[in-house]
C-alpha cells in the first residue's frame, strides 16, 4: 500500500482567507487526486493533478478558487482560496499506486473550519 | 459516468454475513465494478474489484451478476470494524479525458454491526 501523510490534519480559518493543504506520498505516482467530503456527504473529486502539466478540474470546480500544484511525482498541494463557511470540508488527497488498476489509496485527509 | 444505486443504509449483527447490493444496469462492457469502504474519520479503502467473474480476497468477496448489471459485496462474518460506508463504484480503464483513471464516488450505504 502506499503511504500518504497530509497536513494539516485539521484546521480552523477565518473567512475571506486561504489555505494551503500538502500531500506526501512515500513513492512516485503519476497521478493524484483531490477529493472534497463535506459535512455527511460523499466525497466529490474537485481535479486531478499531473506532474509537470496543470491539474484538470471537474465541473463546478476553478483553478482561482482551488489552485493545484504539484512540482514533482511524490508531492501535491491544494490550496482553498478565500475561504468562506461552504469551504468547510475534509480535503483527502488520493493517489493509484499501480496504474491502470483503479485501486486508490487515500490520505486521512484534512478536515477545515471556516468561521 | 455509468451509475450505481445503493440502499442507503444495512444492519448486520457481530459474527453473521452481509450482503451488500450494487445495481449499475447502464454498466459498460469495459467497466470495472470496484467496492472502497470509509470508516469513520478515516480516508477510503480500497475493498475489492472485479469485471466478470466472481473475485475474493482477505477482505470480502464479490459476486458479479451474469448480466453485470448488479453486484454483491460479501462480508462473510460481520466484525464491529466493518461498520462503514460502502461505495460500489464503476470504472472504464480505457477513459483518459484529462481524469484518467479517475473514480467517482456515489452516496454509498452505510453499515451498522450491532454486537
Known amino acids: 500500500s502506499a503511504v500518504i501523510s497530509q497536513k494539516p490534519s485539521r484546521d480552523i480559518c477565518q473567512r475571506g482567507t486561504s489555505l494551503t493543504i500538502q500531500c506526501q506520498v512515500d513513492s512516485q505516482v503519476t497521478m493524484m487526486f483531490w477529493y472534497r467530503q463535506q459535512p455527511g456527504q460523499s466525497l466529490t473529486l474537485i481535479a486531478t493533478a499531473n506532474q509537470g502539466s496543470e491539474a484538470t478540474y471537474e465541473s463546478g470546480f476553478v483553478i482561482d478558487k482551488f489552485p493545484i500544484s504539484r512540482p514533482n511525482l511524490t508531492f501535491s498541494t491544494l490550496t482553498v482560496s478565500n475561504m468562506s463557511p461552504e469551504d468547510s470540508s475534509i480535503y483527502l488527497c488520493?493517489?493509484?499506486?499501480?496504474?491502470?488498476?483503479?485501486?486508490?489509496?487515500f490520505g486521512e485527509g484534512s478536515r477545515l473550519t471556516v468561521l | 459516468d455509468a451509475k450505481t444505486t445503493q440502499p442507503n443504509s444495512m444492519e448486520s449483527n457481530e459474527e453473521e454475513p452481509v450482503h451488500l447490493p450494487c445495481n449499475h444496469s447502464?454498466?459498460?462492457?469495459?467497466?470495472?465494478i470496484h467496492w472502497y469502504r470509509q470508516l469513520p474519520s478515516q480516508g477510503p479503502e480500497y475493498v475489492i474489484h472485479?469485471?466478470?467473474s466472481n473475485v475474493n480476497n482477505r477482505m470480502a468477496s464479490l459476486a458479479i451478476a451474469e448480466d453485470r448489471k448488479s453486484s454483491t459485496l460479501i462480508l462473510h462474518r460481520a466484525t464491529l470494524r466493518d461498520a462503514a460506508v460502502y461505495y460500489c463504484i464503476l470504472r472504464d480503464p480505457r477513459t483518459f479525458s484529462g481524469g484518467y483513471n479517475k473514480l467517482i464516488f456515489g452516496a454509498g450505504t452505510r453499515l451498522a454491526v450491532h454486537p
Open positions: 488520493s493517489v493509484e499506486r499501480w496504474e491502470n488498476t483503479g485501486e486508490l489509496f
Open positions: 447502464t454498466i459498460s462492457g469495459t467497466d470495472y
Open positions: 472485479g469485471l466478470t
